[in-house]
Structure formats: structure tokens, C-alpha cells
């Protein structure tokens, strides 16, 4: 643990722009709400404390916040500087080194706020800025340089002039502060704007009036540093962070065929070997084991838990449900709240009837089980260890082990089938 390390994550904002009645910080990015990626950043810095700030609609955003992290709530939402100053209350006490996150920044990654922090620390500076240069500035605060080249302010989008919107190095937000300084700025940060806000980014040109010692630290790739206001943002943060999924998955012994094509949220698990086909979705709280072959057009939503071996082919849908070992469903199938176990077959067409319009109800499919094309189960159902099904069955009674249900409504052949 880095003892005099404390780390801020600004979260109260509506996110206006998002024109979404959802908090800003709450919208997904592949599966997750993008502040539990800031949170996870948090933590894996280490650090003594982490404040979160939270302001609208807080009591759900709470909810992505872990308890080890110190809420606090910012009443009025009058700005960056304003949401800084509220979180101090919870940083008495402490000394040292206090980094800002966004919650609305979630590619960013540990290394580079690492760097940050360590390029701080080697300078003994006021404060160090993580800035980044784009060739499409707009909506991101500008950083002003003096005739030296340090860094002598930001200014905001809404009060630039032309000459500062063609300042293509931006305020990527993130900023390392000794504490001290930090606080001894934020007294003085005025809201004499034209959004009548207090600016987390004002403190820059407060230290440097006082001679501080500023930093700015370029970062190589902005894509990480991107933040999200919209929901053009929101889609183009998605597809970054899902082909760094999908990447770490090959990276990991994962075949995917077109990456492109390919939609897999955080959180879900994936075994060595296995291959997935193009236009497949794979949500969270999924598990795949190791050798399984998924899609083309798969659909595995949360709680789909597929052991190793197992095929599942094209247009299928499977939810809430554990596939046993080397079981196949190739074609067309709906598998919700079910327990299949190893070596089935199940034919094209398969559907569990899981909802009887009021509750949800399980099935059960035991080993080596085989389920004749078009089979409807309707749950709950147990079908018999070695049972079949005949094409077109409607299951609506449980099948013994070994026997052969057919027709509509199913019975149970006499002879073992
Ligand atoms: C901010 C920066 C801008 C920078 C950009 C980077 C300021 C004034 N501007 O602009 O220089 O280029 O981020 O992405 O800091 N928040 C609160 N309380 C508030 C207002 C905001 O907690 O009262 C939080 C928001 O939830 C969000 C973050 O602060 O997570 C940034 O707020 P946002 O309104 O998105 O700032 P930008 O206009 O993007
Ligand atoms: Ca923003």
C-alpha cells in the first residue's frame, strides 16, 4: 500500500449530454458500468483511501461503488473544483499525494497512471497533468503553455477563443496533486465562467501565479484518456474496450474468428482452445470452458455456464443454464433455466418453455440424452438419463431414464426406444 497516496473519483455529474434519465457514470461500456472500470483503476494503485464523489441520482450509483471506497456527496453539482473540495472531508488526516480520476474516463490504464504519479513524485512538483494531443480537440479543455513551455493553465471549451480551439494538446482530466497544494488552490478557484461553475481546472493557473511547479505529462496513446459525454462517445469507448477484450482472449489461447464481429462483455470467461464464430454475443457472467466451438450467430446471456467440449452452433439463445461436457446443440435452439448434462444431443429447433406467463421454471436434462429436432419442453421437466425425444415432441411430463417420449402432448413409448 502506497501510504500517502489517496485517490479521488469525481462521479456526481448528471452527464447532460448522455439526455438519458441514467447517471452519466452507470452507462455500459461492454457489459459494465464505466465507473467500475475507474474503481478497479483505483484500487489497483494501491492506495491509502478512495474517495468516490457522488452527487446525482447517488443512492444507485452507490451501488458500483465498493464499501472500502469513502463516499462523498456533493449536493449542488457547481463543478470539478466544487466536487473536489467536498471529498476532502474525507481525506483528513492524510498527507501526501492525492490523484483525480474521471469517472467517465474508464480506458485508462494502470501504467499510465503509474507513470503519472512517479513523474510527480521524481519533480517534487505542485501539481502533473496528464494531457494528450488530438487532431480533434473539441469539447476538451486546452492547455496553456507560456513562452517557456511549461504549462501555465487550461481553459475550458466554452470559454476558448479561436485561438485557443486550435490548441490541439487537451486536459485529459486526470491530474496527480500534492494535497497541499490542492487545497491551498481550491479556496481561491472563482465561478466566473460562463457554465457559472467552479473549475477543477482553474487551479492550474492559481499555482502558477503563485510560482508552482507544474507538470504536464503527454500521454502516447489518447484513446485511453478519452472521456464520455455522449452516446457517439459511449459507442466508440465500447468498441475500444472490446477489442482489448477480445485481444486479451487470443492473447490467452482464445480463438475468435472476426474480432470484428464479435461482442464479448467484461466479466465473462472463456477456456483455452475453444473458437468463437463471427456475430456471436457472449455477455457477462458467462463461463466457457476450454474446446468449445461457439456460433456463427450465438447468444449466451448471463448465468450461461458451458463446460468443455461442447458445441453450440448457429441462432441460439442460452441463459441461466449449465451445458455438461461434450454436448451439442447445433442449430436454432432457446435453452433458459436448465441443467444439461454430458454427452447430449440436442437437435435443431429445441426450445424450454421456461415461462408460464407469471414464473419461470426449470428443466432438467440428464447424460446422453438425445432431443429429436423441434422438441418443446415445457418446465418444469426432468428428462430420464439415455431418454429421447421424438421430432416435434411437446414435453410436458417428466421421461423416465431410457425411454422415448413422443408426439403432442408426449408419451412415453413402451419399449425401451
Ligand atoms: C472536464 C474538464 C476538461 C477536460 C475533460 C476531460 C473541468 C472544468 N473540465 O470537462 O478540462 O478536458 O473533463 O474529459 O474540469 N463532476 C462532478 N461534479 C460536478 C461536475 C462534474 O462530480 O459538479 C464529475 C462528472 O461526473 C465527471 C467528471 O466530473 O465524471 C467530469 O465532468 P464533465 O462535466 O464530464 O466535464 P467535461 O466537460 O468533460
Ligand atoms: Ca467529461
Keep these: 500500500m502506497d501510504k500517502k497516496l489517496a485517490i479521488i473519483i469525481l462521479a456526481a455529474g448528471k452527464g447532460v449530454r448522455m439526455k438519458s434519465s441514467l447517471p452519466k457514470v452507470m452507462h455500459k461500456v461492454c457489459g459494465r458500468p464505466m465507473l467500475g472500470y475507474v474503481v478497479d483503476l483505483a484500487f489497483s494503485l494501491n492506495p491509502k483511501r478512495i474517495v468516490a464523489v457522488l452527487g446525482h441520482k447517488h443512492e444507485l450509483v452507490r451501488k458500483e461503488v465498493p464499501a472500502r471506497v469513502r463516499v462523498a456527496i456533493q449536493k449542488r453539482l457547481s463543478g470539478t473544483a466544487d466536487a473536489v473540495k467536498v471529498s476532502l472531508k474525507e481525506l483528513k488526516g492524510l498527507s501526501g499525494t492525492v490523484v483525480i480520476l474521471y469517472g467517465d474516463v474508464p480506458l485508462l490504464k494502470r501504467e499510465t497512471v503509474k507513470g503519472l504519479i512517479k513523474r510527480h513524485l521524481e519533480n517534487n512538483a505542485d501539481v502533473t497533468l496528464l494531457t494528450a494531443d488530438l487532431k480533434k480537440p473539441k469539447g ?80 502516447e496513446d489518447a484513446n485511453e484518456a478519452m472521456g464520455i459525454n455522449s452516446r457517439v462517445e459511449l459507442a466508440k469507448a465500447n468498441l475500444l474496450m472490446q477489442s482489448k477484450i477480445n485481444e486479451d482472449f487470443m492473447l490467452k489461447g482464445v480463438s475468435i474468428i472476426d474480432p470484428g464481429s464479435t461482442f464479448i462483455n467484461y466479466g465473462a470467461k472463456i477456456g483455452q482452445d475453444s473458437v468463437i464464430y463471427p456475430f456471436t454475443v457472449i455477455e457477462s457472467d458467462v463461463k466457457i470452458g476450454k474446446r468449445c466451438s ?32 461434450n454436448t451439442f446443440a447445433k442449430h436454432f435452439c432457446y435453452i433458459a433455466d436448465t441443467r444439461v448434462g454430458n454427452s447430449v444431443n440436442i437437435g435443431a429447433g429445441t426450445v424450454t418453455a421456461n415461462f408460464d406467463g407469471l414464473n419461470k421454471h426449470n428443466t432438467v ?8 429436432s423441434d422438441t418443446i419442453m415445457v418446465a418444469p421437466v426432468k428428462v430420464g438419463k439415455g431418454s429421447k425425444t421424438g421430432a416435434g415432441a411437446v414435453v410436458i411430463r417428466d421421461i423416465p431414464d431410457g425411454k422415448t417420449a413422443v408426439g403432442v402432448p408426449a408419451r412415453i413409448l413402451k419399449k425401451k426406444g
Design 140 to 219: 476538451y479543455g486546452r492547455v496553456l503553455r507560456d513562452k517557456y513551455s511549461s504549462v501555465c493553465g487550461i481553459v475550458e471549451e466554452k470559454e476558448a477563443d479561436d485561438f485557443d480551439k486550435d490548441i490541439k494538446e487537451i486536459n485529459t482530466g486526470i491530474m496527480c496533486f500534492n494535497k497541499k497544494s490542492l487545497e491551498s488552490a481550491l479556496g481561491k478557484v472563482r465561478a466566473d465562467n460562463k457554465k457559472k461553475e467552479y473549475y477543477l481546472t482553474d487551479v492550474i493557473k492559481i499555482l502558477y501565479s503563485r510560482g508552482g511547479l507544474i507538470e504536464g505529462m503527454k500521454i
Design 365 to 372: 436434462i440428464k447424460d446422453k440424452v438425445f432431443i429429436g
Design 294 to 325: 461457439i456460433g456463427p450467430f450465438a447468444r449466451l446471456r448471463e448465468g450461461a455456464h458451458i463446460l468443455d467440449d461442447v458445441t453450440l452452433g448457429n441462432f441460439l439463445e442460452i441463459t441461466r443454464a449449465k451445458i455438461g461436457k
